[in-house]
Nanobody
Framework: QVQLVESGGGLVQPGGSLRLSCVASEFSLLQKYAIGWFRQAPGKEREGVSC????????YYANSVKGRFTISRDNAKKTVYLQMNNLKSEDTAVYYCTTVGCDPHNIEHLSDTWGQGTQVTVSS
């Protein structure tokens, strides 16, 4: 059963911005779990990018995206966002949202499945 659906990816030039959305099928999903973003580039292992805890007060960012990406929650819209600014070619990947363990220093995938993801391509 699909519970989290990613969208918002696309093709942007280096230095550009995108906002990814992760919509939950049930409001309770956001009440019970922290939500995080992972990404996977071709030939690379999947890596944790960012996550936000249930109250929305604590978040984690990979060192490679600190200062450029911002994660947020909007419970009324059942959505977690990932605002990506100053995008680099190295950010090119398929991005996935999923339930996670989350603290300021770590992100841990909790689900045994992955969705379709949304493709982000940064190229001139």
């Amino acid at each position: 059963q699909v519970q989290l659906v990613e969208s918002g990816g696309g093709l942007v030039q280096p230095g550009g911005s995108l906002r990814l959305s992760c919509v939950a099928s049930e409001f309770s999903l956001l009440q019970k779990y922290a939500i995080g973003w992972f990404r996977q580039a071709p030939g690379k292992e999947r890596e944790g990018v960012s996550c936000i805890n249930i109250p929305g007060h604590l978040s984690y960012y990979a060192n490679s995206v600190k200062g450029r990406f911002t994660i947020s929650r909007d419970n009324a819209k059942k959505t977690v966002y990932l605002q990506m600014n100053n995008l680099k070619s190295e950010d090119t990947a398929v991005y996935y949202c999923t339930t996670v363990g989350c603290d300021p220093h770590n992100i841990e995938h909790l689900s045994d499945t992955w969705g379709q993801g949304t493709q982000v391509t940064v190229s001139s």
